[in-house]
């Protein structure tokens, strides 16, 4: 007789598009209809993924803007119904050249504070996310680390102890984006500049006691030193779900995602769509949304 309860699933909500941020109203038809619908983004299947409480474990959001979703309140639904809410929140510096259409970073530190009283800080990931190295339309070198500190500060104030952060992928989506941009050009550091850059991120979150992870930077990784405290991230840590949340969930790495890049994200389905939900940020880095024509 077997005692132990079937593995529930965690949805992610979405790598593919900014659920909370525009597609809320869809997600909460679909939570009421108890399936969602996925295309598979490379062969175009349709799966259906069962999205009942009995299903689902914890549903894992993702998003630049919590403002519509902290206003109407649907978590508070979704908490009464039984499920577990987790949150990647990502709060970049303020850089509009690279995130044109994200709230203001007062507003964005805000909506982190109301999370973090509303939810509790334990659940909520802060992504610093990508790291970005370009010349800008004067060709001038530059960053988007300057507001790195500020962040820092509000975060753990507000109880995070978790910073996610990975260097900028070329995409050649991007290419085409910025070659709107007249003398704009991102550039790719050498290892060792990669290497630097994280030991500087590293020691300036150990004084917020803020612990600094890396997505996707297996080679990063490989080259840090043995004293530091950086780790490979898991955005999606069942086996942190498990922890907050108790219950049944596979710890298995996610095979859909870059594991050999150093990708420790555990088992998920991802209901978001590239096509069908396009994301308003139009960050100049992003591989999600095509490249308008």
Known sequence: MNLNPPSKIVLSA??????????????????KRGVFEVVNPFNRQVRNVPATPADVHTIVFWSKDFGLFLKENQAKKLQQAGYHLFFNFTINSSAPVLEPHVPPLDVRLKQLEQLCDRFGSSVINWRFDPICFFRDCNGELQDNLHDLSRIAEKAAECGIERCITSFLDFYPKIDKRIAALPGFSFSNPPPGTKKATVLKIEHLLSAYKINLKLCCEKEVMDRLPDNSSVTESSCIPNDLLLELFGGNLSL??????????????????DIGSYHHHPCFHNCLFCYANPVKK
């Open 14 to 31: 979405s790598r593919r598009t900014d659920i909370p941020a525009f597609y809320m109203p869809w997600f909460m038809k679909q939570i």
């Open 252 to 269: 298995k790495k996610d095979t859909g995602q870059r594991i050999r890049k150093g990708c420790g994200c555990k088992v998920s389905v």
